[in-house]
């Protein structure tokens, strides 16, 4: 079955400017993970949806940072004012019920310039 | 401050032999660890876990030892293939069953040669 798909997988913007990464996580996975990797880091965790609960932000390292989940299913991470720094892979995860393993996709590398 | 420690950055291992991977972690609350194993351009994917109530997991060629009193647990691959080459991160959480994050160490990445 089809796996967790981010869109785009590469992404090259401008410092300052405004950064939209796209997750569609596996249909019927309740749980979606936001995750950066920084060039030889580990994962990061960013945000965590859980159904209709209120998102775990504790993660986003900034208020330009911001991520969304509309109807349960697709998420959009946000990055406004894009800096240097914010280069990473940023990985998006979805697991089935809470407590299973995750699921990831392939990630989107953002380069800001 | 590093909770999940992966102090090797890489391991080069001979086709056949064994590959031990080691992770450290400090957070003693911390009572399920995952191995993920990810290959170039795309995203980690879930090879092994434990609970804090055990201490050894097998699954096939992989074999997960976990030490709590010395906050260690170290994954072994039995006998290793050049497929195996990979980076591995070791990850763990508290209180699995509430869907808490998982903290991920900085990566080991092995080398199988053929």
Redesign the interface.
């Known amino acids: 079955g089809a796996g967790?798909s981010q869109s785009p997988s590469n992404k090259v913007t401008e410092k300052g400017k405004d950064v939209e990464l796209r997750c569609d996580p596996i249909s019927g996975h309740t749980?979606l993970?936001w995750?950066r990797q920084s060039l030889?880091?580990?994962?990061?965790?960013l945000i965590?949806f859980?159904g209709n609960s209120a998102p775990?932000k504790?993660?986003l390292p900034s208020d330009r940072f911001s991520a969304e989940r509309t109807g349960g299913s697709v998420s959009t991470l946000t990055i406004q004012r894009t800096q240097q720094e914010d280069s990473a892979v940023y990985?998006c995860?979805s697991?089935l019920v809470?407590?299973s393993?995750?699921?990831?996709?392939?990630?989107t590398r953002l380069t800001v310039t | 401050d590093q909770q999940?420690k992966?102090n090797s950055p890489s391991l080069s291992v001979q086709e056949g032999r064994i590959s031990i991977l080691n992770c450290d972690y400090t957070n003693s609350m911390f009572d399920y660890f995952?191995w993920?194993k990810k290959y170039p351009?795309?995203?980690?994917?879930?090879l092994i876990?434990i609970s804090s109530i055990k201490d050894k997991n097998e699954d096939g060629r992989f074999t997960v030892f976990l030490n709590k009193s010395a906050k260690h647990l170290s994954l072994h691959i039995v006998p290793s293939q050049p497929g195996d080459s990979a980076v591995y991160?070791c990850?763990a959480t508290e209180k699995?069953?509430?869907?808490n994050?998982?903290?991920?160490?900085?990566?080991t990445i092995l080398r199988v040669k053929s």
């Open positions: 967790v749980a993970y995750y030889g880091q580990g994962l990061e965790f965590y859980q775990d504790s993660g990985l995860a697991s809470t407590g393993p995750l699921h990831f996709g392939n990630g | 999940v992966q995952l993920y351009a795309e995203g980690p994917t879930f876990s991160f990850a699995m069953e509430y869907g994050k998982l903290v991920f160490g900085a990566g």
